[in-house]
Each structure stands twice: as structure tokens, then as C-alpha cells.
């Protein structure tokens, strides 16, 4: 019998007992285990050889305990081992329990009857705990192959980005498989990004580049073992998700001999699939993302040119109105009316300076393009500063500064620090009643400097105490008590934010008891 034959009329007894070669379930050395067979049935025989001795023991009680070796030499060793003990247990009854004149024709046929029962037990013996063991065996796979997609998940489900999945999934695969692993994935049409073991990720050359490309268009698996390229020794298997392949898994086994099975190849397709949709997840939220930042972006740049436009152009049309009039020689203007001309050219042209001061320092801190240059500087002096420069809008204002005179130095920089407070000093003028009272405390506690510039007007509206301090919010509660003009761009407070944060420091706002609002900020002491 040539051994394809032999092969085939095992596969079909193996089909019959349900039994599959393709699991190893009995590792070591086949030898030992006949050997041990060997040694069970030498033990049935000491064991019965002492039993004889007793009264009640006849020869049905030997071929029990030959038959429990057997059972055993099935269950332990697998039916070789188990047919050699019913061989084995057969001869020894025969001559250490038979008495010799029993050797006759008669004697040979029950021999062989026994021999065939023995055989049988030990066949059908060792085929179901061949069977256990195997269904145990399978289990335990399983039950690994689910811990192993399980690990995966989990890591894939915590990663950030596209690369952060790729990672996870090349050391899972890596270790699941014994392989070298890198993922290609493609970057919306351009070339492939390759991210995995330093290894195969150098010997990608131009050939098993040529490979990934074949496999990610074609979406088939290729290299090794496969249709394409079969002599590569790199596996290539497509990494498809619901819109299409999001990239290439690269495999390369560290035995390189050794084929995967059908089992391993449905895992790893399970391990692709898994890292496809997880590849996927993250490239649609990131181009989610992208999407709604550039939807902001389009906002911002729309509120900006209304305000900036609508800002930009009342002063310049107070001033043009007013420079046309004076520089008209028809009408004949008297000293008071030129004079408040000339007052409005001036008011209109520093709004238009501060508002594009507002910008340009907008845009810096946007930029990160702020420089904090600190200095040791007492703060009575920073406020002094402030207060000469916001002279003009705190005409008729009572402000007071209560600032203790142990208040100690502080590391900030006063040019930054100083526009804060007019920022804040030009609102408690522009947000409050004409004539109504400012008042600005310092304080220091165990590790900051803290600033209160606080006023009497109608206070900030409820739920707005952070939106204020956004980009181009301007709150309407504050501006329909407020009397003086409030004309604003809604930059003032968020440049405030930006210098004090670039100090690494916090600013509030909240509303004061008896009316008004406080601004205060905080300013690291130490460096
Ligand atoms: P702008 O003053 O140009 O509107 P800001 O960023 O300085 O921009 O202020 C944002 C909003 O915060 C203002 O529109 C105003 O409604 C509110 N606000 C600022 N300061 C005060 C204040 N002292 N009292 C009440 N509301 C204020």
C-alpha cells in the first residue's frame, strides 16, 4: 500500500472518530509512552501475582486488573501504547496465570477472544480520551484566541490616532503570530505610510512595496503562500473596512518554514479585519475633526471682517465727516465747533488705534508669537502705569487703588501686565454708569499675586462669566444697561486671558455684592 493510500484511509478513520491530526495533542517522545505501557501491564502482573495468594481471587479477578492497566495505558498513552499492554496482558496471563497444560488448542481460541475484548476497550478507550483531550485542547485555543482579539481591542479602542492603532496592532499581531508585522497605511491617495518592526520595516524595498501596492488594489491576500508573489517571504493581507482597504498588514513569521493553518489564517484575517475598522474609526474622526476646525476657522473669519469692517469703519467715517467739515471753506465754523470737530478727529483716531492695537496683539498671542520677557517688578508701579495711560476714558471717575505696602515683587512682564489692566480699566468705564466708582486691590497669598479691578455697573448676565472672556462674544445684558458708548470688538477680554495665561497665570470675572462686576487675575510669585 503506497502512502497516499495509507494516508487517505487515515484521514477517513480520523473523519469517523472525529478526531483532527492538525491538533498536537500529546507532545514527547512516542517511545516513552510504550515503554511506560510496558511498564503499567509489568505492574497488573506484579499486583495479580500477589493477589493470587489470596483465597477469593480467580482468574476473572486477572483479567480485571489487566483490563484497568489497559484502561489506563488507553487513557494516559494513546491506542498504540494501549493495543501493545492488550498484547502485553494477554501474554502474561498466559504464562504466569494459566497453568502450562492449559496451552491447547481450545486455550489458543479463548486467548485470542480476550485479546480481541482487550483490544477493543483499549481502542475505544483511547479514541474518546484522544477526543477529550482534543475538545479540551480547542477550548483552551479558543479561549486564548479570545483573550488575544480581546488585548487587541482593548489597546486599539484606547489608541489616539491612525499611527497609535497601527502600533498596538503590530505588537499584538507580532506576538499572537511570532512575527515580524508593519502596517502600510494609505494616507488618502498618497503613498503608503509604513509603521512596525524596525526589520521588516528597512527591508521594504522597491519590490515588496510593488507587492503592498498590488495587495491594497487589488484587496486580495499575497506573498508568501499565496497566488501573488507565493516566494516572498513576507505575508501581505489587505486591511479592508466598510469604505474600502485602508491599508496593507505585513506578516513575516519567524519560522520560516512553516505554513500558516486554517485556523491561524481565519485569526490573523480576524486581527486584519479588526485593525481595518479600528484604522478607519480613527481616520474618520480625525477627518471629522479637520472638518469642524476648518468650519471654525470659516466662522471666525467671517466674524472678524463684520466686526473688524463694522469697527473699523465708524471711527474713519467720524473722522472723514469731521475733517470734511473743517476743511470746508463754505461753511463758516466758530471756535467751539472746531475745536469739538477737531476733539472727535482725536477720540475716533485713538479708538482706531487701540482697535488695531486689539488685533495685532490678538493675533500674536493666536500665533504664539508672545514673548513673556519677566521681571522682578513691584506692582504699585504697573498700576501707576496703567492708570496714566487709561487717563482719557477715566475722566470723572473716582478709581482707587488699594494696594498694601508690603506687597511683594512679582516676576511679570509689565508691558504685558499693564495692557491687561487698561483692558480691564477701559471696561469698568465703558460697561458702567458715567461718574460711577472703580476700585483696583492687590493682595498677595502663599504663592500669587492677586488683582481685583472692580466697578458699580449693571454687572455681567448669568452663565456669561466665561463666554466673556471668548473671541469676539460681547455680552448683550452689559451693553443695554450700560450708558456710555461701548462700541467693542469682544477682543479686550480674551487678549487679557492670553497674557495672563502666557504668564501662567488664571483670569475671572464674577459679580460683586451690591452691584457690578470684579475682573481678578492671578500671577504666579515664583518663577
Ligand atoms: P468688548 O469690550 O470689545 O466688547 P471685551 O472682550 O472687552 O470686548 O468684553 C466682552 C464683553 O464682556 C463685553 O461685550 C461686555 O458685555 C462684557 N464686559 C466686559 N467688561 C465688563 C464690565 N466691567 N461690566 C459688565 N460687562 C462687561
Known amino acids: 500500500m503506497n502512502t497516499t493510500w495509507r494516508r487517505r484511509i487515515s484521514r477517513a478513520f480520523d473523519r469517523l472518530l472525529g478526531i ?3 491538533l498536537p495533542v500529546r507532545r ?14 509489568a505492574l497488573c502482573t506484579q499486583i495479580s501475582r500477589i493477589m493470587t495468594g489470596a483465597p477469593a481471587f480467580g482468574l476473572d479477578n486477572v483479567v480485571m486488573v489487566y483490563m484497568l492497566g489497559i484502561v489506563l495505558a488507553a487513557i494516559r498513552y494513546g491506542p498504540g501504547p494501549a493495543m501493545l499492554a492488550a498484547v502485553l496482558a494477554v501474554i502474561a496471563i498466559n504464562i504466569f496465570f494459566l497453568p502450562h497444560s492449559a496451552f491447547t488448542l481450545s486455550a489458543g481460541a479463548q486467548n485470542l477472544v480476550t485479546l480481541g475484548a482487550m483490544f477493543i476497550i483499549a481502542a475505544v478507550i483511547s479514541v474518546l480520551a484522544l477526543r477529550a483531550r482534543q475538545q479540551a485542547e480547542l ?7 479570545a483573550d488575544a482579539l480581546y488585548a487587541m481591542s482593548r489597546d486599539l479602542a484606547g489608541a489616539v490616532d491612525a499611527d497609535d492603532l497601527a502600533r498596538a496592532a503590530v505588537q499584538h499581531i507580532g506576538d499572537e503570530f511570532d512575527s515580524r508585522v508593519a502596517v502600510l497605511l494609505s494616507e488618502r491617495g498618497e503613498k503608503l505610510l509604513i509603521i512596525g518592526d524596525d526589520e521588516i520595516v528597512s527591508g521594504m524595498d522597491e519590490a515588496a512595496q510593488r507587492i503592498a501596492e498590488w495587495t491594497l488594489e487589488h484587496r486580495q491576500w499575497a506573498g508568501r503562500g499565496a497566488e501573488h508573489e507565493p516566494h516572498s517571504d513576507t505575508l501581505y493581507i489587505p486591511l479592508i473596512a466598510s469604505r474600502g482597504a485602508v491599508g496593507v498588514l505585513c506578516l513575516r513569521p519567524a519560522a520560516s518554514d512553516r505554513a500558516l493553518s486554517a485556523e491561524q489564517t ?4 480576524t486581527f486584519a479585519n479588526q485593525t481595518a475598522l479600528a484604522v478607519e474609526r480613527a481616520q474618520l474622526a480625525d477627518e471629522a475633526g479637520q472638518a469642524q476646525v476648518q468650519v471654525q476657522t470659516e466662522q471666525l473669519r467671517n466674524a472678524l471682517l463684520s466686526s473688524v469692517s463694522h469697527d473699523l469703519r465708524t471711527p474713519l467715517t467720524a473722522i472723514n465727516g469731521a475733517a470734511s467739515a473743517l476743511l470746508d471753506g463754505d461753511i463758516a465754523l466758530d471756535a467751539t465747533t472746531r475745536r469739538d470737530l477737531t476733539q472727535s478727529i482725536y477720540d475716533e483716531a485713538n479708538r482706531l488705534n487701540r482697535l488695531v492695537g486689539n488685533l495685532l ?4 498671542l493666536e500665533s504664539g508669537n508672545v514673548q513673556v520677557r519677566k521681571e522682578w517688578q513691584l506692582f504699585d508701579e504697573v498700576i501707576g502705569a496703567a492708570l496714566a495711560r487709561a487717563e482719557p476714558q477715566l475722566a470723572g471717575r473716582a478709581v482707587t487703588a488699594d494696594i498694601p505696602a508690603d506687597l511683594p515683587a ?14 480691564l480699566l477701559e471696561n469698568a468705564a465703558k460697561y458702567t454708569p458715567p461718574g460711577s466708582p ?3 486691590h492687590a493682595r498677595a497669598d502663599a504663592d500669587a499675586l492677586i488683582v ?3 466697578d458699580r455697573g449693571a454687572g455681567i448676565a448669568p452663565g456669561d462669566e466665561e463666554r466673556i472672556f471668548d473671541k469676539f462674544y460681547r455680552a448683550n445684558g452689559a451693553r443695554a444697561d450700560a450708558t456710555s458708548t461701548e462700541r467693542g470688538s469682544g477682543l479686550g477680554l480674551t487678549i487679557c486671558r492670553g497674557m495672563v495665561q502666557a504668564h501662567g497665570g488664571r483670569i475671572w470675572a464674577s459679580n460683586r455684592a451690591g452691584g457690578g462686576a470684579t475682573f481678578a487675575f492671578a500671577l504666579p510669585l515664583r518663577e
Do not use: K
Not at 266 to 269: I, R, S, Y
Not at 410 to 423: C, F, G, K
Open 410 to 423: 512679582a516676576p511679570l512682564d509689565a508691558a504685558l501686565i499693564e495692557q491687561v489692566l487698561i483692558n
Open 361 to 364: 496683539d490678538m493675533t500674536r
Open 28 to 41: 514527547g517522545v512516542l517511545l516513552a509512552q510504550y515503554v511506560w505501557a510496558f511498564l503499567v501491564i
Open 266 to 269: 481565519a485569526l490573523l484575517q
Open 452 to 454: 481685583e479691578v472692580s
Open 438 to 440: 472703580i476700585e483696583i
Open 20 to 22: 483532527d491530526r492538525a
Open 139 to 145: 477550548a483552551r485555543r479558543r479561549e486564548r484566541r
